[in-house]
Nanobody, 121 residues
């Protein structure tokens, strides 16, 4: 059974930074590509960033390139999303996901419970 546990959301002012984390088992990280999605009120869930665990290759949505960084800590079995220069339009529930990479996107098969990120103007 795949379990993904997010943490680290919160409220931050525009221009600030926040880091969200996703913990899972080592087996999950070895079997699946991992990534982050987000869903703002009234909008569809969208891909934010992905990482291929074996190679460390990373992929980003155009809207976050240069501001967000996805990374991993193999020793802690944890994935991170460092978010800098945050904008009010980054406000959303952020979901950790495990699945298969498709090009520079992620076909998610498993989801975490989500963590709220709110950016005030």
């Amino acid at each position: 059974q795949v379990q993904l546990v997010e943490s680290g959301g919160g409220l931050v002012q525009a221009g600030g930074s926040l880091r969200v984390s996703c913990a899972a088992s080592r087996r999950t990280f070895s079997m699946y590509a991992m990534g982050w999605f987000r869903q703002a009120p009234g909008k569809d869930r969208e891909f934010v960033a992905g990482i291929r665990w074996s190679s460390g290759s990373t992929y980003y949505a155009d809207s976050v390139k240069g501001r967000f960084t996805i990374s991993r800590d193999n020793a802690k079995n944890t994935m991170y999303l460092q978010m800098n220069s945050l904008k009010p339009e980054d406000t959303a529930v952020y979901y950790c996901a495990a699945g298969r990479l498709a090009g520079q996107n992620l076909n998610a098969e498993y989801w975490g419970q989500g963590t709220q990120v709110t950016v005030s103007s």
